[in-house]
């Protein structure tokens, strides 16, 4: 049974799985690489704080049990969730802030570790990294998944020393809103370990979405990365302004969001870690060099998205 979870760093997904565990009832332990890790963090810790409360006040009005707009990541049913149950969810939060831990020794975050998920960047090399460090301190009993978007477990399995309790768990941003988590085993994944997950993720307030087999960008991504992809290459080609783009999604498909602003909520940095890796990246010369010179301008600007109030977009 899951019951101690260690997050692996503290960027926005990490801190989003981190909080939603603790939440929900989880002894949940962020591991950190040094102080300024945590000074960026904890910030992103009590924004969560606000954000659920005022999302929790909020369901508890008409207006916010309707399909669309109740959080089922913080509860799960709009027409069971009364003021008494509202009450439990707020305290809930409140513990969340409170019991959450933070540690940079890694071999002490992870000592009594039940599952371990990694959440840094999409960087393979850095992956290797820290599962090299995790295969020296994790007990045996622990599970370790990767929040990777993009890359295949079986590229890592063998480095993490435990490849039979090793896979995949993925979760949309805003995790609350979007509860959903796709578990994605490779190959040499023990079924039992799998279903473990499964039963996790059900637990953290998700709905499961289990693969059959593995494929880059799980499901949601196989379908959003082309359409960002596409969407970047009409501004970097400069064939239509950011605006435009976002403009004619909107209008034409009916979505509350375009291409651009979806890119701010993942954030600019996920973003350029995914196309700096496809063939050609490097090569100003090419579109998919454009590209991620275009956003590689905007990240040294310090314009990483929603999480630094601006992206492509300001944000107050």
């Given at each position: 049974?899951?019951?101690?979870?260690?997050?692996?760093?503290?960027?926005?997904?990490?801190?989003?799985?981190?909080?939603?565990?603790?939440?929900?009832?989880?002894?949940?332990?962020?591991?950190?690489?040094?102080?300024?890790?945590?000074?960026?963090?904890?910030?992103?810790?009590?924004?969560?704080?606000?954000?659920?409360?005022?999302?929790?006040?909020?369901?508890?009005?008409?207006?916010?049990?309707?399909?669309?707009?109740?959080?089922r990541g913080l509860a799960q049913d709009p027409n069971s969730f009364?003021?008494?149950?509202?009450?439990?969810?707020?305290?809930?939060?409140?513990?969340?802030?409170?019991?959450?831990?933070?540690?940079?020794?890694?071999?002490?975050?992870?000592?009594?570790?039940?599952?371990?998920?990694?959440?840094?960047?999409?960087?393979?090399?850095?992956?290797?990294?820290?599962?090299?460090?995790?295969?020296?301190?994790?007990?045996?009993?622990?599970?370790?998944?990767?929040?990777?978007?993009?890359?295949?477990?079986?590229?890592?399995?063998?480095?993490?020393?435990?490849?039979?309790?090793?896979?995949?768990?993925?979760?949309?941003?805003?995790?609350?809103?979007?509860?959903?988590?796709?578990?994605?085993?490779?190959?040499?994944?023990?079924?039992?370990?799998?279903?473990?997950?499964?039963?996790?993720?059900?637990?953290?307030?998700?709905?499961?979405?289990?693969l059959h087999k593995e494929q880059p960008g799980y499901i949601l991504?196989?379908?959003?990365?082309?359409?960002?992809?596409?969407?970047?290459?009409?501004?970097?080609?400069?064939?239509?302004?950011?605006?435009?783009?976002?403009?004619?999604?909107?209008?034409?498909?009916?979505?509350?969001?375009?291409?651009?602003?979806?890119?701010?909520?993942?954030?600019?940095?996920?973003?350029?870690?995914?196309?700096?890796?496809?063939?050609?990246?490097?090569?100003?010369?090419?579109?998919?060099?454009?590209?991620?010179?275009?956003?590689?301008?905007?990240?040294?600007?310090?314009?990483?998205?929603?999480?630094?109030?601006?992206?492509?977009?300001?944000?107050?």
């Amino acid at each position: 049974m899951i019951k101690n979870v260690v997050v692996v760093g503290g960027g926005v997904l990490g801190s989003q799985i981190a909080y939603q565990a603790a939440y929900r009832g989880f002894n949940v332990t962020i591991w950190l690489r040094d102080d300024g890790s945590i000074d960026i963090t904890k910030p992103k810790i009590k924004t969560l704080h606000e954000t659920y409360e005022k999302t929790l006040k909020f369901m508890m009005t008409p207006a916010g049990k309707t399909p669309y707009t109740f959080a089922r990541g913080l509860a799960q049913d709009p027409n069971s969730f009364s003021d008494e149950v509202a009450k439990k969810c707020l305290k809930a939060n409140d513990d969340a802030l409170k019991n959450l831990k933070y540690e940079f020794d890694m071999a002490k975050a992870v000592k009594d570790a039940d599952l371990v998920i990694e959440a840094v960047s999409e960087n393979p090399n850095v992956k290797n990294s820290v599962f090299s460090q995790l295969a020296k301190c994790m007990p045996e009993k622990t599970i370790l998944c990767t929040n990777s978007s993009t890359l295949l477990p079986s590229a890592f399995a063998e480095v993490t020393g435990r490849p039979a309790k090793f896979l995949a768990l993925h979760f949309a941003n805003n995790i609350w809103k979007s509860n959903t988590a796709e578990v994605m085993g490779h190959a040499g994944t023990d079924p039992k370990a799998f279903n473990e997950v499964v039963e996790f993720s059900k637990q953290l307030g998700m709905i499961p979405l289990p693969l059959h087999k593995e494929q880059p960008g799980y499901i949601l991504n196989t379908m959003l990365v082309p359409f960002l992809s596409a969407s970047m290459y009409l501004y970097a080609e400069d064939i239509a302004d950011y605006q435009t783009v976002d403009l004619t999604w909107k209008l034409a498909t009916g979505a509350p969001l375009g291409p651009f602003q979806i890119i701010d909520i993942v954030g600019l940095l996920t973003t350029y870690e995914i196309v700096s890796h496809k063939p050609g990246a490097d090569d100003p010369k090419t579109p998919q060099g454009r590209v991620a010179k275009m956003l590689k301008t905007r990240i040294d600007q310090g314009k990483l998205g929603v999480g630094t109030g601006e992206g492509f977009y300001k944000y107050k």
